[in-house]
């Protein structure tokens, strides 16, 4: 009896022990904190994102990205007036402490960082870009 008890006790202490933190904190337009769960966390920036980057070679990168409840995106860049080359890029993401982490099927890595109903392009380190040009790393969420 005495080893079932154990046993019982040490499995809930497992399962408790493993338990993650699914609460997420995020800064809105305002300043104020918004927490969602990780669970929600797919469903609440689910959708299309569009803007167009600054290029230094070209009229602006207009960016399309679409996430998907099931955490895989669609991205296409059109490089505007030359010749509005497209590229295409799909894989899956992952929200860590209000940033969004994009994964293609190569392996490259690209970071955001969430907003309300906008997500801002971040450098590999994590870093927002700086200087006056920074406002315009913005992708803004579609209305349906």
Not at 6 to 31: M, P, R, W, Y
Not at 47 to 69: M, R, S
Not at 86 to 98: L, V
């Amino acid at each position: 009896m005495k080893k079932l008890v154990l046993a019982l006790a040490f499995s809930t202490l497992l399962l408790v022990g493993c338990k993650k933190d699914n609460e997420k904190k995020v800064v809105t337009d305002d300043g104020t904190v918004a927490t969602i769960t990780t669970e929600d966390a797919a469903e609440a920036w689910e959708g299309d994102y569009k803007g167009t980057f600054p290029c230094a070679d070209c009229e602006g990168i207009e960016v399309e990205l679409e996430l998907n409840d099931d955490y895989t995106y669609e991205k296409e860049e059109t490089y505007l007036g030359n010749e509005d080359k497209e590229f295409k890029s799909e894989g899956t993401f992952t929200i860590e402490n209000g940033v969004l982490i994009l994964k293609d099927a190569r392996g490259e890595v690209e970071k955001y960082e969430l907003g309300k109903d906008q997500l801002t392009l971040l450098d590999k380190d994590g870093n927002k870009t700086e200087g006056e040009l920074a406002n315009q790393y913005v992708l803004k969420k579609e209305a349906f």
